[in-house]
């Protein structure tokens, strides 16, 4: 089944402590991207990859680092979370450069203490 | 900051009515307009997109109207059922690497 595996599901930390939230698809895209989704503002993308080696920068980057060492995994790291880092995140993975043929991951749901 | 605006927040239909959603877009440079739509506790799913250079797309009960004189596009769910109630977002790209999207509707359709 093509899919885009996020994990953990649900995760609960104290501020400061890094964690790396892990994102895995099986259908051999080139593009995948994270976004993090708050009441209100809809789905913001902090970072994307076109390929592995190759990141950039989202519209909210700021405390979140990324890195695409191979093609199917694209984790997500905080090095010191913070509280206002509480979200929902998802990954996502689009087989063109139109990201608008995106697959979502199911979503990870971080709190910040 | 390149913005989509989305409206209504929420929206409550009763069964076999007519749901629709809004959003208007600023950057001329969007070309292609997808809809998603999100259940609880399950990410974002494609449902129907459109690109400029067409006024109308229709998939079933869900109709996009694209209006790009006034840089405004919305989604019409026809004969609306309790199964289609879930946050509906839109969304516009410009053909690279960013997507923006709205802020959501939550649609809830009354039994």
Known sequence: EAQVTQNPRYLITVTGKKLTVTCSQNMNHEYMSWYRQDPGLGLRQIYYSMNVEVTDKGDVPEGYKVSRKEKRNFPLILESPSPNQTSLYFCASSPTLGQWRAFFGQGTRLTVV | ?111
């Open chain 2, 1 to 111: 900051q390149q913005q989509v605006k989305q409206s209504p927040q929420s929206l409550i239909v009763q069964k076999g009515g007519i749901s629709i959603i809004n959003c208007a877009y600023e950057n001329t440079a969007f070309d292609y307009f997808p809809w998603y739509q999100q259940f609880p506790g399950k990410g974002p799913a494609l449902l129907i997109a459109i690109r400029p250079d067409v006024s109308e797309k229709k998939e079933g009960r869900f109709t996009i109207s694209f209006n790009k004189s006034a840089k405004q596009f919305s989604l019409h769910i026809m004969d609306s059922q309790p199964g289609d109630s879930a946050t509906y977002f839109c969304a516009a790209g410009d053909g690279g690497f960013k997507t923006i999207f709205g802020a959501g509707t939550r649609l809830f359709v009354k039994a």
